[in-house]
């Protein structure tokens, strides 16, 4: 059998979560599969390493996933796809690093076990997210855009997670989650940054009516943006459609990332965001530890739902303690 090397580029935080989701592959008795530089731009395009967070065949197996039923809804999620919908199923079915996959496994669980009894889900989640007044979890969804994102802010920018409630006035509201593992929140501007003339200035004045509208962040944010295009990063952009889309459904909205508690630059990205935000908006974006979250589902949780959170935090957060 292969054994798996280090990536000559992992930082230490991402070589440990490469290293834990190995020892898991290993666990399963799974060959690793040689992994090939696709980028083109790297100076080691085309070359191979023997990884140990890739396997084969995944879309068969299931393996990448901590139950059948997991691995079903990510299948029909992939298989009824909407066209602006966008799925890499390879990171999905093969990669154990993946944040993707990740996400399946904490909130299908939660997905079930709200189908099942929904007072024992809000519980749960009650429990894992305290710092919101919910009353009663309505729905759980995953890789969720809004059908009507062109209309929103034309970008098209997925929540990995929903989580759809009452709160106790009885208004309709939703936090929408990003999960990351060991990758960072993501640089890539807006897609009508990538734009020219008129099609790029509609885009732009687009994007720019709906922050005004939201009326969320200092007043000078829009020439920090025309100034810094870069500025409008996967976060930022999450964060307005999300708020955007909170506004068009009349339901109170909030953010979160869920993420590691060493993650490296969470919590000073979450921060650069929050800078830009009137006072009273800053506590509608945070930052809640994985550990925190599924600890308190560990807690709350019993039978077959507490055993695949604890199969959840041996394979993901078994950190090295410093």
Do not use: W
């Amino acid at each position: 059998m292969i054994k798996s090397e280090p990536y000559p580029y992992d930082t230490p935080f991402v070589a440990e979560c490469r290293q834990m989701q190995s020892r898991y592959r290993e666990e399963l008795g799974l060959p690793l599969r040689p992994y090939t530089v696709q980028n083109r731009r790297s100076k080691d395009f085309g070359k191979v390493y023997n990884l140990g967070n890739y396997i084969f065949s995944g879309e068969e197996s299931g393996a990448n996933f901590l139950a059948d039923y997991i691995f079903v809804h990510a299948k029909d999620r992939l298989n009824n796809r909407e066209p602006y919908e966008t799925f890499d199923e390879d990171r999905m079915f093969n990669n154990l690093l993946s944040s993707q996959p990740m996400a399946f496994n904490l909130f299908c669980p939660l997905r079930k076990l709200l189908e099942k009894n929904r007072i024992a889900a809000t519980k749960a989640i009650q429990a894992a997210l305290p710092y919101y007044s919910i009353a009663m979890v309505t729905a759980v969804e995953l890789e969720f855009i809004p059908s009507n994102y062109q209309d929103l802010t034309g970008d098209k920018s997925a929540m990995d997670a929903i989580i759809k409630y009452r709160n106790f006035e009885g208004k309709e509201c939703f936090i929408a989650i990003e999960t990351k593992y060991s990758e960072n929140l993501g640089s890539n501007a807006a897609s009508f940054m990538k734009l020219s003339g008129e099609k790029y200035e509609e885009k732009r004045q687009k994007y720019f009516e709906t922050i005004k509208k939201l009326n969320l962040f200092l007043p000078d944010i829009e020439d920090k943006i025309r100034n810094r295009p870069s500025k409008l990063t996967q976060l930022y952009r999450n964060f307005i459609l999300s708020e955007a889309y909170g506004n068009h459904e009349g339901m109170a909205s909030n953010s979160i990332v869920l993420a590691p508690a060493k993650h490296p630059s969470t919590k000073r990205e979450i921060e650069s965001l929050q800078k830009e935000l009137l006072p009273q908006a800053k506590d509608k974006i945070r930052g809640v530890t994985l550990e925190a979250f599924v600890d308190a589902l560990i807690e709350t949780c019993d039978g077959e739902y507490k055993q695949i959170f604890e199969r959840f935090k041996k394979r993901y957060l078994n950190f090295k303690e410093n």
